[in-house]
């Protein structure tokens, strides 16, 4: 089974011109030892928290624009958010080359199929469970893509919000948080959910705005200028770059020094 | 017995399925379209909102039960065969495994247009391979998905059609014809008329001092919105079977008044 599983392999491993072809399975050659050895890695530049949050008619995807090199605010202005079609989005926080590698397979997924012209395009639960399946063969390889990755979209009418990490631990909730989204936003999005069980756009979007608020303020790998994306019946919008409003006025009362 | 019924001598080109005849043809092919006209008949009749397969199972001898024609894919795609049921049952181990791995990997059920295209290609394959033969099977494939009921027919050449009716089989000419005459009453009929309609098809194809319709040789499938697909076999069929009332052939009518006749006068108990 491939990324792309509707590709046809009829025609693969085929003899190439002027080469001798022994058919396949003849002998049961694999070629012992060489090739690249793979280990569980470590990730180099890494994005931080993912936000998502379900409301009634859509859900809303946040996350920040910086790609830390380790405690090195790397680089300040790249996009962890992508819109896969119109009907679901995807963020992702950990490795950013791995996210880049995903980003890739997932957008050559959606011209196949815009290829086949069907009328059948991806659902978000579809994506969702694709990439599970990666991920957790990735990690059943010790080999695994280092990230977490939020899926949401709508589909005939449904609002869809999904987690998955790099061990393929899946799940879907109404609200979403990775990394240290998971210890300081998770609370306070939930808090508001046990109150009022659906929001409404504009809440959900406050909700949001709070939260990268104060991941700002508490998460060392964070930075100031993020995206949303929105998903509606009516499609995908992205935006940003959004910066949230601080107050650093009770920095001088720290006693190390933030001034 | 080769010469005697073909108009053309073409022994010469009919040898691989990797030669070409000078008329542009391969015979092969041919031939194994001709092994999908050797099994007994099977119909598909599609609505708006449910697809219907029938098929008349033949018994190779008294002792033996009749040869099931009609297999499921999945909760929404069943297949109904005409010809080499072994090349019949691969196919179908392939298209189940493709409809297994979308439920597993995507979460959805398989597109039906998918699923056919994908056997298409596979059919095609042996069309074009020294040493190989192509598949003796033709294939009613009806599904019900996202984008609503559909119904397909295969050929062993690797062309796939989509079709609002369909017949294959021995016989199925006369099938056809009636399919073609009620062919735009299809849409709206509810499913009793629907499985009526197909019924009626597939006993054009019989010989009427040779065979009847029975629930032991008759095999009645349907899936559609809010039904997965249902095999219905033996005693089940029987009530589909009452509803049919015996009648003279269509081609003793003449053309105009058969469809009004066909329309009004039948009652269908269910």
Redesign the interface.
């Known amino acids: 089974m491939d990324a792309g599983s509707f590709k046809l392999n009829f025609w693969a491993n085929g003899p190439k011109p002027g080469e001798l072809y022994s058919f396949p399975g003849a002998t049961g050659s694999t070629i012992p030892g060489c090739g690249p050895v793979r280990h569980t890695l470590n990730p180099m530049v890494t994005g931080t928290s993912v936000l998502g949050v379900k409301f009634d008619g859509g859900i809303l995807l946040a996350a920040d624009m910086l790609g830390s090199y380790g405690s090195l605010a790397r680089f300040r202005n790249i996009s962890r958010v992508m819109k896969v079609n119109d009907c679901t989005v995807l963020g992702a926080s950990g490795d950013y080359a791995d996210y880049q590698y995903l980003k890739q397979v997932i957008e050559q997924m959606v011209i196949d199929e815009e290829l086949l012209g069907d009328g059948h395009n991806y659902s978000p639960k579809a994506i969702y469970s694709w990439l599970t399946r990666v991920m957790y063969n990735r990690r059943s390889k010790m080999n695994p893509l280092w990230n977490t990755v939020v899926i949401g979209g709508v589909y005939n009418g449904e609002s869809f919000l999904g987690y998955v990490d790099k061990l393929g631990v899946a799940y879907e909730a109404p609200t979403i948080a990775t990394g240290f989204g998971a210890y300081l936003a998770q609370p306070l999005m939930r808090e508001v959910l046990e109150k009022k069980a659906t929001l409404s756009k504009d809440e959900a979007y406050e909700l949001l705005e709070r939260c990268m608020k104060v991941l700002y303020y508490r998460d060392a790998r964070s930075y100031n200028r993020y995206e949303i994306a929105i998903v509606t019946e009516s499609g995908v919008q992205i935006e940003g770059p959004l910066t949230s409003e601080t107050n650093w006025d009770i920095a001088h009362l720290v006693r190390s020094g933030f001034q | 017995p080769r010469l005697a019924s073909w108009p053309f001598f073409r022994n010469q080109y009919d040898s691989d399925v990797t030669v070409w005849s000078p008329q542009g043809r391969i015979h092969q092919i041919e031939y194994a379209m001709e092994a999908v006209k050797q099994g007994s008949a099977t119909v598909g009749v599609k609505s708006k909102t449910h697809v219907v397969l029938v098929a008349l199972k033949r018994a190779q001898s008294k002792l033996t039960a009749h040869q099931k024609k009609v297999l499921q894919v999945d909760d929404h795609i069943g297949i109904s065969i005409a010809g080499l049921t072994a090349d019949a049952q691969l196919l179908c181990h392939f298209m189940r495994q493709e409809c297994l791995?979308?439920k597993?990997?995507?979460?959805?059920p398989l597109?039906i247009?998918?699923l056919v295209g994908?056997v298409g290609?596979?059919l095609q394959?042996p069309t074009q391979r020294y040493g190989r033969r192509p598949y003796g099977v033709g294939l009613l494939v009806a599904g019900y998905d996202?984008?609503g009921p559909h119904l397909f027919q295969t050929c062993p050449s690797g062309n796939f059609y989509k079709c609002k009716a369909m017949a294959i089989g021995a016989r199925s000419q006369s099938a056809r014809t009636y399919l073609e005459r009620i062919r735009d009453q299809l849409p709206d009929c509810d499913l009793n008329e629907l499985v009526r309609h197909g019924l009626c098809a597939l006993q054009e194809t019989v010989h009427p001092k040779k065979q009847e319709h029975s629930t032991e040789n008759v095999s009645v499938a349907i899936t559609g919105k809010d039904m997965d697909f249902t095999i219905y076999d033996n005693d089940a069929v029987a009530p589909f079977l009452q509803g049919l009332q015996k009648e003279p052939k269509k081609q003793e009518k003449p053309a105009g008044s058969s469809a009004t006749s066909q329309a009004s006068e039948e009652p269908m108990e269910q």
Not at chain 2, 104 to 108: G, R
């Open positions: 791995e979308s597993f990997v995507f979460s959805t597109p247009s998918r994908m290609s596979k394959v996202e984008q």
